[in-house]
Every structure is written in C-alpha cells, then in structure tokens.
C-alpha cells in the first residue's frame, strides 16, 4: 500500500507528467492496432501459433478495435480505469507470446509488451489525473 500512496502522491504533485505518459501510452496502442490493421494476418498467425488459438481471425479483429477505441479513451482521459482493465488481458496475452518467442529474437516487443502492461495497471489505480476528460466530467458536469 505505501507504493500506491507514493504513486498517488507523485501523481498528484506532477499533472503534466502523468498527462504525458497517458497521452504517450495511448497513442503507442492506438498505433499498434493500426499496424494491425496493416498487418492483419501476421497478428493472427501469432494468434494461431500460440495456445491462443482458437478463433484467431475472431480474436485478432477484437484486440486490433480494443487497441484502438481504447488508446483513444486512453489518450484523452475518458473512462481511463475501465480501458486499462480492458487492456490489461490483452498484454498479459502479449507478454505470454512474446515470452514464447524469446527476447532476443529479432522482432520481439517483450520488452513493449511489459512497459505498456505495467503503465496499465499504474492507469487502472491512478485513473487519469487532473488533465483528463473524466477529471473534468467530475469537476464540473456531476
């Protein structure tokens, strides 16, 4: 618990830090479903691949459409808790078949998969912050 209080203090005391590492983390998702969705079948090939997979053209739609409606809620602060826990399946997934394929195997993103999974459980505890739609919707719309 005192990491969570530290967390929530250093958040509070640093808005623009934490708007900036919210707006980078949702972009990096919202350009990883569009490289999805240029490169669709590569996805569900790993899909298939992996002990994922059951229903990899079903599967790899849905992550490519999470990964961008939710890095665009992300990105602007809406609703950022619920789209964290959303993402987190997702990359715990990532991580698993990146782990599968090892980290020094060239193209690799272990190592992506662990930083954006770590900044989503620190946005699912955090929330927003002050410079986000859900801030502002609390501060003056409720």
Known sequence: MAILHRLDKWST?????LLLLRAALGIALVSKGISFISDIMSLKGLLAQSSFG???D????????????????ITI????????????PILIGAVIINLS???FTPGSELVFSLLVLVLLVFFLFEGGGEFSVDDF???HLV
């Open 58 to 73: 079903w599967i790899a739609v849905v992550i490519t459409w999470i990964h961008l409606l939710c890095g665009f809620l």
């Open 54 to 56: 059951f229903l990899p």
């Open 101 to 103: 394929i090892g980290i």
């Open 13 to 17: 005391t640093h808005p623009v830090l």
């Open 137 to 139: 919707i609390k501060k």
């Open 77 to 88: 602060g809406l609703f950022t808790r619920l789209s964290a826990l959303i993402q987190i």
